[in-house]
């Protein structure tokens, strides 16, 4: 890839996160898991998926499905850069004045599904994939789901199915920022040997840097990893990406800042001093 | 036709059909090679089933998904609620040994509120069928329909020639003004035998077979809760959100005031046992009942 590419994906990421970051101040939302998969979800909409920003409903298009859906203002904010949508109705996203909201859902142009409900969308993925197979259709199906989120059951189940049914149409993403709601994964609910679970459960693994826009290039430019299993990508990210004042912070995982914190984060997102953040941790869950 | 004889001729007709499964191949043993990529058996998962349908659905696909329906309704319900109901998605659930029919299974496997928390899904039709004639004769209209419903599949040999099923509709059995039953499903056979009963007694009776529990046939229903003297409702479900709740709601959004003689399960799950056994055990044999209708209108049980 051009060099000028990883450019164009670096000043939009940067973009993406002060989107994420004001969306923080009016309303809140979940800055964390937000900041952690946005390199993942600027890289995949500028240089990966198959899709054409005008036409979000093309039937020729990849599809990507957001599982962990309390991200989504990471994946709004790719939707403002790529113009989807509005940038400016972001500010009400968590008003009834629009269909913005924390969780993502099917009014907003370029949402494939409704999430937020941890666990659901690798099976739904998974059926647009069978589609896409028994048809001959070469779209490919791209799912990102959250470290957190393999606590499910149904995730293991799902994985079981897709290897069963050679989904190799799929691609499994795991931003795995090492925070699930309130702490470390593994102070929780071990996940590690990942990679490991991954490949016994029928997959073919890469795991990668997160934030290295390099890095997932390699990863992404081999799939399918090999014929007849589904593709998983780990990638390593870290939870509050960019700003040092909340990174893996366990107990910024939502947040609600006020006007003053949010430009003062936005300074600290572009290489000012730490943000001083004051306002109350919120317990989300 | 059979079940699956009548499911091949409407895949047959109509490319968007697709036959899932977790692993229950009772009524659809020899689709697998018939259909080829369009049946799926996803194995005993019926959360990954459900999700699938989804995807499938989005697709412009129209799932037809069987599992034992306590495990469909109930293992899968949030994948239900949230990936079918909220999208509205055309999936056809079909739930299998549901109500009575689990025989000897045990509670583990009785779906005896899967109408309670199905009909609770905004958008979600819920079918009775009283026999495998209606279970495959309202087949081709509900795959047809582009809502999601379930479908609580009835595999009991018809004792009864049906009038035509019609969406929404249901079938009404006599005129009689003493007492007026409504019944679905499993115990539609019981309470036909009951009608004889109460009519051998000198009792004139209206039978309605309700067979669409949601959205249900509000004309009929309100005619036999006015037109009655005594209403019975009778359905191998608990008491709480089954039809007998429905017509409480009904009677009292209408202005209806009135009593309904309730014949179900309560609040307990049932004896596990062969159906003819668990009937006779739970008091649901047509004898039982007909003492029981005959007790409230004062009449003597003969």
Redesign the interface.
């Known amino acids: 890839m051009a060099s000028n590419n990883y450019e164009i994906m670096e000043k939009r990421a940067l973009a993406v996160r002060e989107h994420i970051i004001r969306m923080s101040g009016c309303g809140g939302c979940f800055i964390g898991a937000s900041l952690s998969c946005a390199d993942l979800l600027v890289y995949i909409y500028s240089d990966f998926l198959r899709f054409d920003p005008a036409d979000t409903l093309n039937p020729g298009r990849d599809y990507f499905l957001l599982s962990k859906g309390h991200d989504v203002p990471a994946l709004y904010g790719v939707f403002a850069e790529l113009g989807i949508i509005d940038a400016l109705r972001l500010k009400d996203h968590a008003t009834t004045k629009d269909n913005i909201y924390w969780h993502p859902n099917?009014n907003i142009p370029g949402v494939?599904?409704?999430s937020g409900?941890l666990?659901?969308?690798?099976?739904?993925?998974?059926?647009?994939?069978?589609?896409?197979?028994?048809k001959d259709n070469s779209n490919r199906v791209i799912v990102l789901l959250g470290d957190g989120e393999l606590n499910e059951g149904?995730v293991w189940?799902?994985l079981?199915?897709a290897a069963?049914?050679k989904l190799d149409n799929l691609l499994i993403i795991i931003d795995r920022n090492h925070f699930q709601a309130n702490m470390r994964t593994e102070e929780l609910t071990p996940l590690e040997p990942l990679e490991a679970k991954f490949a016994a459960f029928g997959c073919e693994v890469i795991r990668v840097k997160g934030h290295s826009f390099t890095d997932l290039d390699k990863a992404f430019s081999k799939f399918p990893f090999s014929g007849g299993k589904p593709s998983v990508i780990i990638a390593d990210t870290v939870r509050g990406k960019g700003l040092p004042s909340i990174e893996e912070r366990a107990d910024r995982w939502f947040a609600k800042f006020s006007d003053d914190e949010v430009e003062s984060l936005i300074g600290e997102l572009h290489g000012q001093e730490n943000a001083r953040i004051h306002s109350e941790i919120i317990i989300a869950r | 036709m059979t079940y699956e004889e009548e499911l091949k001729r409407i895949c047959d007709k109509d490319s968007r059909v697709l036959v899932m499964t977790a692993e229950n191949r009772a009524a659809i043993r020899n689709l697998p090679e018939m259909l080829g990529d369009r049946f799926i058996d996803v194995g005993i998962a019926e959360q990954t089933m459900v999700g699938m349908a989804a995807g499938l659905a989005l697709m412009g696909n129209r799932p037809v998904v069987h599992a034992l329906a306590a495990f469909l309704t109930m293992r899968a319900f949030e994948f239900i609620r949230t990936d079918i109901g909220i999208s509205g998605m055309p999936v056809k659930l079909v739930g299998s040994v549901a109500g009575f029919l689990s025989d000897a299974n045990g509670p583990t496997h009785q779906a005896i509120e899967d109408i309670s928390i199905m009909k609770g899904i905004p958008g979600m039709n819920v079918f009775c069928p009283a026999d495998i004639s209606e279970s495959v004769e309202a087949l081709e209209d509900i795959i047809t329909d582009d809502s999601p419903w379930y479908i609580r599949y009835n595999p009991l040999k018809e004792v009864y020639k049906h009038e035509p099923v019609i969406k929404g509709k249901a079938e009404l059995i006599g005129n009689g003004k003493d007492v007026g039953i409504f019944v679905y499903g499993t115990l539609f056979s019981t309470a036909l035998r009951v009608k004889e009963i109460l009519e051998s007694a000198g009792l004139g009776v209206s039978l309605l077979n309700v067979r669409f529990i949601k959205p249900f046939d509000t004309e009929k229903v309100h005619q036999i809760l006015t037109g009655c003297g005594t209403v019975v409702c009778i359905e191998d479900h608990f008491s709480e959100g089954g039809f007998g709740s429905v017509l409480a709601n009904f009677c009292f959004q209408n202005s209806i005031n009135r009593k309904i003689i309730n014949i179900n399960l309560g609040e307990k799950w049932f004896k596990p046992a062969l159906l003819d056994d668990v009937l006779a055990y739970e008091g649901f044999t047509p004898e039982e009942i007909s003492r029981k209708i005959l007790l409230s209108t004062g009449k003597k049980y003969v």
């Open positions: 099917r494939e599904y409704y409900s666990g659901h969308l690798l099976s739904v993925a998974m059926g647009i994939a069978w589609d896409l197979k028994i149904s189940e799902g079981l199915v069963a049914k």
